[in-house]
């Protein structure tokens, strides 16, 4: 009882000077402002005003004078208590100056870490920095509402700009969801593998959307030269690609789940714009309603393949073609006419007026195909007979016929074992054979 | 004196002489030729990667037949096998069908049949009567396995069936000189050196169905052909001496380009002769000139070349014809040096020097397999 009472007396004998000392600073309207302070540094809070300062005159207060000093100067004042910073690779310049109150008020804010601002800390680092690159249509997250020290430290890091971590983790420690679906990505767009994000994102403002450091597709094309390069001449380009959105509209940009960063397969995608009705004006044929049930496709298409004989970007050809080939109905053969069918398809199939090898439409040796495309007058273009993405009909020859104006021109085309026939809507019933040449019969 | 040491020979020594002299007649067949143990020669040479070997060579019918041992206790004078070995005087065109080398000895004249595996050498059988060759230049052979020569003093192609009986001729009438020929399941193609052009005859009733191949227009056709090659899928390919090129044509005359120019250059030609096609479309082409073969892929372009190089073996000695197989491959595979898989066998004739035919293996090192060892196949061979 005796030793507890001696021990509550001696805390009072320590505990009463200092708040008379604090009382005595802190009012009588004298510093009456560092008492109101929401937030206050703890020795100023705690009345410990002369951990800080120091008197250096016999009076206080002296009108017209300082009678109190600071017991250290610059960040050796702070660093009595708070540890020594300006250590790692990259400093503050204010740190690196020990110029703690740049930024920090001494006695206390009513925010927290005895800044005047609080979450929103643009006003205190557009002090110093220039809040003209801010100004943007797109802006980061955390940009947008000031909170600068999310990304970056305000003191000292061992990373450029004063970032918390190397820029990929500092994007990936928020990111985190876009982190995990990456592991498990099978098609990585190679920059995202392991170049830092602000590559191809400015990490505070944009005028692009996404924050990104140039509109699309010219930001793809600082790497994809060669498409930006074939794009700038070519006499027909992909919609989507001068769409808002413009490469992101057909690739992922950062991993998918199919080659070409295609975010399905390449048909699938093609489809999801080629198989309606309205696209374009006029509208482009609805290619999903041409192969719907059919019993062929064309080989390219058999294998999920549009980009065979369309180029995804553009062309010089119409129809995005990746090789020449008529646009009208009619057009005689001539050397590289028909070059984008004959890209697959042999090349001596139109060539030569008599043949035993290139093809199976012919009549003894007369190639057939030779007759109907190189008629100097009107030259049947392949399209006349063929569909050119699916049929019900052998070799993709035309069931439901060619539309042709208001008539859909039939090809009532029957094969047999050495040859066939037809009775279209442009000649009369004939008929070919490999073996017997029908010609000769017919002499 | 010399009547006493007579007597004394006569007397006790003539029955232990005997035996010697019987004993060192037979030994005789024990000594063996030691020839010099060369390692495997590759194409292109290091430090390219070897895609051809050079596998063996047939001089003789020594080089094929079973070796007979010479070695007998018994048969007491002169190496009677030497006797048997059967010479390949002038060879010219080689043909390789169902496992066997049909081989045109221009000297002898005759077909030379060679049977790797079965080790068998022979003649052709009906080279009598009717079927006398007189100057065999080039050969084919079809699916059935019928024999067709150009006889280029006949002039005309003599046709033998697959056991080498005289079946009949073509061409008497309408060929010019012949030089080369190629035949599929209905016709034959017969190369006219002097017509520079190619004789397409009905298999069945030997008559001409056309002449294709000339200069038409403006678009370049043969020229003084020597040889011919046809790719089985309807294509065929001429060697030119009259341009130093190669003409591609189609089996109905479309000629569809070619490749070549004289010049001793990668590439160029001298005196290009045999010709022959292999997988993947690639064209094999001997030049008697550069006395090398040149491989180009279907787009023309120069793969490499081989046998023109200094090597301890392989170099080709006025090289004729060529043929080029995928068959009996696992045959082929016992000359190979130790991890160069043999995916294709080409056979050379050489007009001059001991190599009658040279036999190469087209294919690769396997992975992790070193180039340097010896060939144990060569070893094994000599």
């Known amino acids: 009882m005796k030793a507890s009472f001696i021990l509550m007396a001696l805390g009072l004998l320590l505990f009463l000077p200092t708040a008379s000392r604090a009382e005595g600073c802190l009012t009588a309207g004298c510093h009456d402002s560092i008492r109101n302070l929401a937030r206050g540094h703890q020795p100023a809070a705690d009345g410990e005003c002369l951990s800080c300062h120091v008197q250096t005159a016999a009076e206080h207060p002296v009108k017209g004078s300082k009678s109190f000093g600071l017991v250290e100067k610059g960040a050796a004042l702070c660093t009595q208590c708070h540890e020594a910073m300006g250590k790692k690779k990259v400093v503050h310049y204010p740190v690196g100056d020990g110029d703690c109150l740049a930024c920090h008020r001494p006695h206390g804010t009513a925010n927290p870490y005895l800044l005047e601002v609080g979450e929103d800390q643009s006003e205190l680092c557009f002090g110093c920095h220039d809040s003209e690159p801010f100004k943007q249509p797109f802006m980061h997250g955390p940009a947008a509402v000031g909170a600068c020290t999310r990304c970056h430290s305000p003191h000292e890091s061992e990373h450029k700009s004063l970032l918390r971590g190397p820029v990929r983790d500092a994007c990936l420690q928020c990111h985190q969801d876009f982190a995990r679906q990456l592991k498990t990505a099978p098609v990585i767009h190679p920059p995202v593998q392991s170049d830092p994000c602000i590559d191809c994102h400015d990490p505070h403002a944009s005028a692009s959307p996404f924050i990104l450091k140039n509109k699309m597709p010219e930001l793809c094309f600082d790497c994809h030269a060669d498409i930006g390069k074939r794009l700038a001449g070519a006499k027909v380009r992909h919609k989507p690609v001068e769409q808002e959105g413009s490469c992101g509209r057909c690739h992922s940009t950062h991993f998918s789940q199919a080659r070409g960063l295609l975010p399905t397969d390449e048909k699938s995608l093609c489809l999801g714009c080629h198989g309606v009705d309205n696209l374009g004006q006029p509208p482009l044929k609805n290619i999903s309603k041409q192969l719907a049930g059919k019993k062929h496709l064309h080989g390219p298409l058999e294998q999920g393949e549009c980009v065979s004989c369309h180029d995804p970007h553009g062309s010089d050809f119409f129809r995005l073609l990746t090789g020449p080939y008529p646009e009208g109905l009619y057009f005689p053969y001539r050397e590289g006419a028909y070059d984008f069918c004959l890209q697959c398809h042999d090349r001596n199939l139109l060539r030569f007026e008599e043949t035993s090898l290139y093809t199976g439409f012919r009549d003894g040796k007369q190639n057939l195909h030779f007759v109907h495309v190189s008629d100097s007058r009107k030259g049947r273009t392949c399209r006349l007979c063929h569909e050119s993405h699916a049929s019900d009909g052998e070799k993709l020859i035309s069931k439901g016929g060619l539309p042709f104006g208001d008539w859909k021109v039939p090809i009532r085309f029957e094969q047999t074992a050495t040859g066939g026939s037809c009775a279209p809507g442009c000649h009369r019933p004939l008929s070919y054979d490999r073996q017997n040449p029908v010609k000769d019969r017919q002499r | ?382």
């Open chain 2, 1 to 382: 004196m010399q009547q006493r040491l007579v007597r004394f020979i006569q007397a006790s020594g003539v029955k232990a002489l005997g035996f010697a002299l019987f004993l060192s007649l037979a030994l005789t067949g024990c000594a063996t030729k030691t020839e010099p143990k060369i390692g495997p020669v590759f194409y292109p040479p290091p430090p390219n990667a070897p895609r051809v070997q050079f596998l063996k060579s047939i001089k003789n019918s020594k080089d094929v037949e079973e070796q007979k041992k010479n070695f007998s206790l018994f048969v007491v004078g002169s190496d009677t096998s030497t006797d048997q070995i059967k010479e390949i005087r002038k060879p010219y065109g080689i043909a390789y069908a169902k496992g066997k080398i049909y081989l045109c000895d221009m000297q002898t004249p005759d077909i030379v049949i060679m049977d790797l595996a079965g080790k068998k050498f022979e003649t052709l059988k009906g080279n009598i009567g009717q079927g006398k060759l007189k100057k065999p230049l080039n050969v084919a052979i079809d699916a059935a396995g019928n024999i067709y020569v150009v006889d280029t003093a006949r002039k005309e192609v003599l046709k033998y069936d697959a056991a080498g009986n005289f079946v009949g001729s073509y061409g008497k009438e309408f060929v010019n000189k012949p030089a080369d020929l190629a035949v599929d399941a209905t016709s034959l193609y017969i190369l006219d050196l002097g017509d520079s052009d190619i004789k397409v005859v009905d298999l069945q009733s030997g008559q001409l169905l056309g002449r294709i191949g000339k200069t038409e227009g403006g678009v370049q056709g043969l020229s003084i052909p020597t040889n011919l090659a046809s790719d089985g899928k309807g294509f065929l390919y001429t060697t030119n001496i009259g341009t130093g090129s190669i003409v591609k044509l189609d089996k109905d005359g479309h000629i569809l380009g070619g490749f070549g120019k004289m010049g001793k250059g990668f590439g160029e030609f001298v005196r290009p002769k045999g010709i022959a096609t292999g997988t993947e479309n690639r064209i094999f082409v001997v030049d008697g000139g550069h006395q090398n073969v040149q491989i180009f892929n279907e787009e023309y372009r120069l793969l490499m070349f081989f046998g023109d190089q200094p090597n301890p073996a392989g170099m080709l000695n006025l090289p004729a014809s060529i043929a080029v197989t995928t068959e009996n491959l696992e045959y082929f595979q016992q000359f190979a040096a130790p991890g160069f898989k043999i995916d294709e066998v080409i056979l050379v004739t050489n007009q001059m020097g001991p190599d009658k035919v040279s036999i190469f293996g087209l294919g690769q090192m396997l992975d992790g397999a070193g180039s340097a060892s010896g060939s144990e196949g060569e070893k094994k061979d000599k």
